[in-house]
């Protein structure tokens, strides 16, 4: 069973920075890809930022220069830097993962609150 816990979430002022974490219990190699997703208070859940397993990245026009996504694949880790952080920043943010063996396949993490203030 694949679990995925995040970490790194917190208050941060406009203009500062994050770095999420989001830890699988297997290797993030296996998966088709991983992702970051964010709700903010009364909005959809909307993709943030993708990784496949062959490297490809990308992102949401909204955080395009200021957020990245990356891995350690040895530490079953994705990570998302957050960079000139804004309050329409402000959301939970959810670790993402899609499996082989179906479109419909794929694993959330807890979800971990990110506060940007004015």
């Known amino acids: 069973q694949v679990r995925l816990v995040e970490s790194g979430g917190g208050l941060v002022q406009a203009g500062g920075s994050l770095r999420l974490s989001c830890v699988a219990s297997?290797?993030?190699?296996?998966?088709?890809?991983m992702g970051w997703y964010r709700q903010a208070p009364g909005k959809q859940r909307e993709l943030v930022a993708a990784i496949t397993s062959g490297g490809s990245t990308n992102y949401a026009d909204a955080v395009k220069g200021r957020f990245t996504i990356s891995r350690d694949n040895a530490k079953n880790t994705v990570y998302l830097q957050m960079n000139s952080l804004k309050p329409e920043d402000t959301a939970v943010y959810y670790c993402?993962?899609?499996?082989?063996?179906?479109?419909?396949?794929?694993?959330w993490g807890q979800g971990t609150l990110v506060t940007v203030s004015s």
């Open positions: 993402n993962a899609k499996l082989w063996g179906g479109p419909d396949l794929e694993v």
């Open positions: 297997v290797s993030i190699l296996s998966m088709k890809a």
